[in-house]
């Protein structure tokens, strides 16, 4: 016998799932909650109190959210433990339960939903338009375009910040050992970690620090990224 479930219980008695998402943005909440509705579960990702990333099914990032917060019911626990190194979603959090909330509103009334010309909220975050253009490409977690001092251009996220400091690191290093071997400056780095790839790219003054999935094919990705520089020009 199917069990009627009405409203989320979790490990926050009496608060809704969009209460607790609520709360863990005010906390700066950085892990992940797992949700659990029927035979249907998703994992929600947060740093610094912001939604990163999302999963649910076969969805991922702003649709799996929707999805999610669509069940009438479930159970949530939390999981401070649980990372994501993944940062699919790039608009506030308000702004994603406004969203869901609006689209729920409008399937209740039977209209089709569709999507906003706009957000009503500003996004979390802003970034340079190579950056925006590259998070389009498959495979690739976050870009940041950083200054020669290593500060992040149009970009003040937790990932941005990360990302560029790892950026100026190797392109300080790289250089150093050109230098040494009387190869010159370096104009671009690879660097294999077990969690990602760090690609580098240098102009005359910038350089563009970008986070790849380390199982995929990077030649692939690297094309791909090529053909972008060529669009922004």
């Known amino acids: 016998m199917s069990q009627n479930i009405s409203g989320f219980k979790g490990a926050v008695a009496g608060l809704?799932?969009?209460d607790v998402i609520q709360l863990k943005g005010h906390n700066k909440y950085t892990g992940a909650i797992s949700v659990e509705y029927g035979e249907s579960n998703g994992v929600i990702y947060f740093v610094d109190g912001e939604i990163?990333?999302?999963?649910q099914g076969?969805?991922?990032g702003e649709q799996a959210i929707y999805e999610i917060i669509k069940w009438p019911g479930g159970t949530f626990n939390i999981h401070p433990e649980m990372t994501s190194n993944v940062c699919t979603i790039h608009y506030r959090t308000d702004f994603l339960l406004l969203e869901a909330l609006r689209r729920l509103d409008e399937e209740s009334a039977g209209a089709t939903a569709h999507k906003s010309a706009a957000p009503s909220v500003t996004p979390r975050r802003t970034m340079s338009k190579i950056a925006a253009r590259l998070q389009e490409i498959n495979n690739i977690t976050y870009a940041v375009l950083l200054d020669k001092q290593?500060?992040?251009v149009q970009d003040s996220s937790i990932e941005a910040v990360a990302?560029?400091?790892k950026g100026v690191f190797l392109a300080t290093t790289g250089s150093s050992i050109g230098e040494l071997m009387g190869l010159g400056e370096v104009k671009a780095a690879v660097v294999h970690t077990t969690n990602y790839n760090l690609l580098?790219?240098?102009s005359?003054?910038?350089y563009l620090s970008i986070a790849v999935k380390p199982d995929c094919n990077l030649e692939s990705v690297e094309a791909e990224i090529k053909s972008a520089f060529a669009q922004t020009k």
């Open 200 to 202: 580098l790219y240098d």
């Open 52 to 55: 990163i990333h999302a999963e």
């Open 163 to 165: 990302l560029a400091a």
């Open 150 to 152: 290593g500060a992040p």
């Open 204 to 206: 005359k003054q910038h």
């Open 58 to 60: 076969d969805e991922i």
């Open 16 to 18: 809704s799932l969009t």
